[in-house]
């Protein structure tokens, strides 16, 4: 289960309005992809819904599963399922891959009453769910992030994705700075995740990534509203027209 | 006169000839420490530091209630086997040590010493400290006890040796005046521990003077490992050290309890391709304060120094670093560099941290750098949205903050104590 419900969303930070209503509902296992111009507040939209401190929402609400999760910290919002695939993943000099996900994984599984897993078990999970993201071992032994390639961080974040088997998924430009072969890889782990009940939003700049990951439906984000949705035809009609024909477009805002 | 100087005269009535140094020998340490005083916050170097307390605890060097052997296996670094030479209240505790002293390894107590018997202690005894600071005078004046430790050449330790300053406060609050004299021969090698514990209900005051000699090729770790109470350990820790041709000083201070921890670390490079490495690294809270003054002395060309110091302040605590980098005119090739970093968590938490610079010579590598800040938010965020909760997200970082200066350490033992007192107050 896992339906998400986007209402009338306002939201600003530092006294700028970023989003000025935003209005998207996902059901169970869909599939969204939202595009726009830059500053069209798409990356604003995937930090909101994971929590960042820095966005204040100023009216609306998001429910997953109808219960509306503005009120909860980012860790309870993770906890429940909600996964942010960052655009800029963050190093942490220090902390190895695999502690990181271990603490990870098991306070998820404390907030849902589960048993930590034990190590042999959690070895075992790690070591399958690299080879989602073809991830050498060696990877997971480093600190998380740090001097990582640009195409290491990304399939870094489709590993975590992998391993904490969350409900709803943003992806927040993970296509960005991949060439093709870490694209494919990347789109691979995704497909392998994806098990028809897990909702996604993927947010992108092209039109290459949804040739790999196909959406169900398509949302043109501009101005801080959907301005247009469509179907999956409707990325590859973008791709050739570009934003302009959809008006709108010119009172944009920062992202 | 202050009550603290009422306090040194009878102590001073106490003091004993010393085989090694006769009572009227150190009066003049004594004058000139009472000539001098205490110093205040008008003196530079005590700007930030208030000692004000040393007038408030009405100490003496005090002879204690036994202490139980049993005790000290709670306080030593478990597993690692060590030569280990225990001092209550200053004085050289033949119980509770345990150690070998041969030829190539002399580890002898002050109070057992002949002077003229040792070549290597007669040309050093006191040496590094003439002309030194108050706290090292009142330390020549009154010392108790302390520990002479000689390395013959080609000498490699295999144990440890490790230094535990006891305080036995539990009668009345005690101050403690301690020496070592440390001489590494040529191409020595050995790793020391000093470390300090107070038991009982009442302040401990420790004033801690070392002298470290490294002859050509010695290697040298010395581990300064402050974890004792934080509400009545008071330490005055001062280390002077002088580096011959290719000898190799490693110091590592840990300071993580303790209500008011001074330490003043100073390293003269005298031989050329010497090697001092300064490993720092400070937790203070509470009303604690936390003081590292180091000072690096390049003499001669082709010289390097590492100093890389590194805390966390929290709560009313104050950190203070305040690092001296000399480069002496001649001192050619000179490669220095000095690094101190600071994670304050709370507003009412302070640091100062003034690196000084000065450089006479015109071919050299120097560097510094000092920066303070708070936690990385970003890494905050992103932990907290794998579902790793505020608070233990906070201490995995501030751990691994720490945990930098550790993996340097090269005693898997010390390592592990190290970590496990860092996890304890982070509360991992």
New interface residues.
Partial sequence: MSSVKIENLHASVGGVEILNGVDLEINDGEIHAIMGPNGSGKSTLASLIAGHPDYEVTSGSILLDGQDVLELEPEQRAQKGIFLAFQYPVEIPGVSNANFMKQSVNDIRKAKGLEPLKAGEFLKLMKEKAKFVEMDKSFLKRSVNDGFSGGEKKRNEVFQMAMLDPEFIIMDETDSGLDIDALRIVANGVNKIKDGKKSFIIITHYQRLLEYIVPDFVHVLSGGKIIKSGGSELALELEERGYDWLGETNDEVVA | MSKFLTNIEKEWDSVVDFPIESKPERLAYLEDFKQKGLPTRRDEDWKYTNIGFLNKINFSSGNGSKINSELISGIIISDLDVHLVVLVNGKFSEDLSQFESNENLKIIPFSKLKKDNHRRFKENFGKMTEGGHRFENLNRALFSDGLFVELGGNYKAEKTIHILNIANCKDSPVIINHRNLIVAGECSNVKIINSYYSIGAFESIFNTSSEINLDNSANLTYYNLQNDDQDLSHIFNTTRSQLAKNSIFSDFTFSLGGKFIRNELSCRLIGEQSLANLYGLYLADQNSLVDNHTFVAHEVPNSTSNEFYKGIIDDRAKGIFNGRVLVKKDAQKTNATQQNRNIVLSDKAQINTKPELEIYADDVKCSHGATTGVI????L??????????A??RS??M???C??TIEKIDIEQIKEYLTKIIKKRLNI
């Fill in positions: 990385d938010q970003d890494a965020f992103y932990m907290r949205q794998r579902g790793i909760p505020l233990k997200a995995l970082l751990f691994t903050f945990y930098e």
